[in-house]
Every structure is written in structure tokens, then in C-alpha cells.
């Protein structure tokens, strides 16, 4: 099953798991998918269109944090180099959507077109999805799927990709972890607790550099346990039962490591 989606190569340019998200507030949705391109030719994505949807536009991770659009935005085309993969994901390079009259019921799907500058456009569906359904569609973050390097510039990505399934934990694999499942959507890009869906929660998402707030313990084991299993009374913090525990921990320590200078440096086992 692992080694099949490692060597998953069907010819052409695929789109998987596209999700339109229903936004909290406003009419921009956030459009989340990831594009293979499984052919040996570099190719470019010109452009989104959501069927009666308005403008598709494209951003930069830098643009996600600071909300400060770059030169470029309306034009941006994205590089889609042979035998790749490029996530739109939160926190990363992603789209936003104009939704103004598109109905948002959750669960349906809207029609997704990604035109190229070769070739045929490819035409696939995007699922109308709450914030808190992100997690699941978006999918525990394959290490061996992590994007590949792009090539021109406007973005960088890091690490190629590998098959390795036994990686140990780290803080580094836990910030990829935290990026591909959204969970920077609650508690914003760089953990403060300022996602997008904050303000909508309560009690809000927590601000994981303050490790001493937390309900349920601080060491690596019981903030790894509570992101499998969620808190006990925990709102709107999800549990991620799909993630494995090299994974969860991964995450742990990538929290730990965003903890505030003034914390207490005693809260690892
Ligand atoms: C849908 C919004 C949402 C998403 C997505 C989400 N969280 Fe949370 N999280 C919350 C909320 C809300 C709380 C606070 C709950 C409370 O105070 O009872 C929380 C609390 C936490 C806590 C503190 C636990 C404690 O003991 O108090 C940690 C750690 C955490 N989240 C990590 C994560 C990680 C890692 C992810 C992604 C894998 C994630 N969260 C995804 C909403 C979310």
C-alpha cells in the first residue's frame, strides 16, 4: 500500500485532493490541492478557474504569513518541472478564491480547471469542505509526495522527494507535518493562534508557543497524544488518528521548539 503510492506514476498531469474551503468570514475561499506531473517535460501552471466561481489568484507562503501581496500576483504562473509534485497547501503556495455567489454547501464539489502552457487543460473537482474537515481531506502529508524543488525562483521549496518511512522524529519533519495538516488553519501559520478559523472558535485554537497553557501536559509524549487523540474537552482541537506516532511526536517537538523565550526551559521529559 505505502510502496504502491511511492511508485504511483501515471502518465499525465494529475490533480488529487482538491478542496475549496467555505470560508469563515468574507468571500475568499482557500483552495488547497496538489498537481503531479508525471510526464518527463517541464510544464507551468497558467492558471485555476472554478466553474461560476470568480478569479482563482495565487500565493506565496511569504504572502500567507505577512498578508502582504508581492509584485506579481496577478499574473503568477507556477512551475510544474518534470516528474513532479507541487502542494497547494495552508501555510504554503496557495490559491484563493472568489466565492461570492458559488453555492458552499459542504461536501458537494465544484468543477476544477488548471490550464498549462502545454498541452490540454486537465479538468478535476474540488470538494466543497469545512475547515474542520482539513485534516482528512488533506491527508497526512506522504514524506515520500513532499514537494519538489521548483525551479524559477518566485518560490522555493525544500527537500526532494524519498520513499523513507522510518525517518526519526524531528522538529524539522513535525514543521512539514504542521504545514500539510492544517494545522496552522487554527493556529495560524507560525502557531500563535491566529489561523484564519481562530476567531471563529472558542475557546481559540492555542497559542503553541505558550507550552505552559496547555490542558493536557507539555512534555513530547502528552502533546504528541494530544494531537492523536485531541483534549479531553478539548473544542475544536481535532484528533488526527491517521497521523503515526514518529509523526505526532515530529509535531511535538516542532512545538516545542516554537516555545517563547520567557518559558520555562523545564517542560521536556
Ligand atoms: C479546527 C481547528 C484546529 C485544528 C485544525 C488544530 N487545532 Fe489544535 N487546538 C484547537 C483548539 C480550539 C485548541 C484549544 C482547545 C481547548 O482549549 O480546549 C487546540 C489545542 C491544541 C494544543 C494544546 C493542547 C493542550 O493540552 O491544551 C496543541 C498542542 C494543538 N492544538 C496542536 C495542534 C496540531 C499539531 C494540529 C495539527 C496537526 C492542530 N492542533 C490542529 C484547534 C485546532
Avoid at 82 to 98: D, E, I, K, W, Y
Avoid at 139 to 166: K, Y
Avoid at 215 to 242: E, N, R, T
Wanted: hydrophobic share 40%; charged share 20%.
Amino acid at each position: 500500500m505505502l510502496a504502491a503510492a511511492c511508485v504511483d506514476r501515471a502518465p499525465g498531469v494529475r490533480v488529487e485532493r482538491a478542496a475549496l474551503v467555505i470560508p469563515a468570514g468574507g468571500s475568499l475561499a482557500m483552495l488547497y490541492l496538489t498537481v503531479h506531473n508525471h510526464t518527463g517535460r517541464a510544464d507551468t501552471i497558467r492558471a485555476l478557474r472554478i466553474d461560476d466561481a470568480g478569479g482563482v489568484s495565487l500565493h506565496t507562503p511569504r504572502e500567507h504569513a505577512t498578508g502582504v501581496l508581492e509584485p506579481g500576483t496577478e499574473a503568477r504562473m507556477v512551475p510544474l518541472p518534470p516528474n513532479s509534485t507541487v502542494r497547494f497547501s495552508p501555510g504554503g503556495l496557495h490559491a484563493m478564491v472568489q466565492v461570492t455567489g458559488l453555492p458552499m454547501r459542504r461536501g458537494s464539489a465544484v468543477r476544477l480547471v488548471l490550464h498549462r502552457t502545454r498541452g490540454d487543460s486537465t479538468v478535476s473537482a474540488a470538494r466543497v469542505v469545512a475547515y474542520a474537515d482539513l485534516d482528512s481531506v488533506l491527508a497526512p502529508p506522504s514524506r515520500w509526495q513532499r514537494l519538489s524543488v521548483l525551479a524559477s525562483g518566485w518560490w522555493r521549496a525544500t527537500s526532494g522527494s524519498h520513499c523513507a518511512e522510518d525517518d526519526p522524529p524531528s522538529a524539522a519533519m513535525g514543521r512539514e507535518l504542521y504545514r500539510a495538516s492544517g494545522c496552522g488553519s487554527c493556529h495560524g501559520p507560525v502557531g500563535r493562534g491566529d489561523g484564519p478559523v481562530a476567531k471563529t472558535l472558542a475557546p481559540p485554537p492555542r497559542d503553541l508557543r505558550d507550552a505552559a497553557a496547555f490542558k493536557a501536559g507539555a512534555s513530547v509524549d502528552a502533546i504528541a497524544q494530544s494531537i492523536g487523540m485531541g483534549i479531553p474537552g478539548g473544542g475544536a482541537m481535532p484528533a488526527h488518528p491517521h497521523l503515526n506516532a514518529s509523526e505526532r511526536q515530529s509535531l511535538a517537538l516542532y512545538i516545542l521548539s516554537l516555545r517563547l523565550p520567557s518559558q520555562p526551559r523545564n517542560l521536556t521529559p
